[in-house]
């Protein structure tokens, strides 16, 4: 469903992205870990088509999204839901509205099944109380899960989680896991996800991919990167100062 097809990114002299290549398939759920700076984010917003790789192609179910023409573009994210980690909630709109957004603006359903769809997004994320609210209102959590909401308003293909559980306590982080397992369950959604919680991403991953210095270093299951022998992936998984990563002396 997603191919990185030898890859590179640059920002400036600083190489991001570093000849990456990996294969997703349609209906897995691929967890992308990694230091904070290191290119997770890029990654996701390369498959988005929000960035065009300097070298190497972005491929979405065999169309390549790396310089494709605008129509070409517009069908592949329309097939995409994407949180953001913020949220990026419009704050003129209703939290309802936000959610409806992507249908009403193209006029894909009369308001009364918009209405409808709106109402189930937000009772699987415990919203329902809020749909009235503006975002000016309600927490940076909740903020997040109407972000959730909107991005799976339209039943996409491909869902890319940029932090999805970040700045939400345990109960709700886990509401969050057992609903990217759930839309995967009933629905073969295709999930791409980056994060820094480790008990999230054994929780939902299928696969789990460690990017550092601009390479994807290990890539496997849950199980076999919890039991690494990659001092590297270890150091991070284990959240240890000690180790071949380097740290920041004026940080720590």
């Known amino acids: 469903m997603i191919e990185f097809n030898n890859v590179t990114k640059r920002f400036g002299r600083r190489v991001v992205l570093d000849d990456v290549s990996v294969t997703i398939e349609k209906g897995e759920t691929f967890v992308i870990i990694g230091q ?5 984010t890029v990654m996701l917003r390369h498959i988005a088509g929000l960035l065009e790789p300097d070298e190497g192609d972005v491929m979405i179910d065999g169309l390549r999204m790396s310089h494709a023409v605008d129509r070409v573009r517009a069908q592949l994210r329309e097939r995409i839901g994407l949180l953001f980690q913020s ?3 419009l704050n003129w709109l209703s939290v309802g509205e936000n959610v409806g957004l992507p249908l009403s603006e193209h006029h894909l359903f009369p308001p009364a099944e918009i209405e409808r769809i709106v ?13 009235y609210k503006m ?22 293909e491909i869902i890319l989680y940029d932090e999805p559980t970040s700045g939400l306590d345990p109960v709700m982080s886990e509401v969050i896991n057992q609903l990217i397992l759930q839309l995967k369950r009933e629905f073969g959604v295709t999930s791409f996800v980056v994060t820094h919680d480790m008990r999230s991403a054994y929780t939902i991953a299928d ?6 210095q601009g390479k994807l270093i290990q890539c496997d299951t849950p ?3 919890m039991n690494t022998d990659n001092p590297i992936v270890r150091q991070f998984i284990e959240g ?3 180790g071949p990563i380097e740290v920041r002396k004026d940080i720590v």
């Open 36 to 40: 904070s700076g290191m290119g997770k």
């Open 87 to 89: 949220g990026a909630l």
């Open 119 to 131: 109402d189930d997004r937000l009772a699987r994320l415990q919203l329902s109380d809020a749909k």
């Open 135 to 156: 975002p000016s209102d309600i927490s940076g959590g909740m903020r997040k899960r109407v972000g959730l909401a909107r991005a799976i308003v339209k039943n996409p």
């Open 207 to 212: 696969r789990i991919a460690m990017l550092y």
């Open 223 to 225: 199980d076999r990167i």
């Open 240 to 242: 240890r100062l000690d």
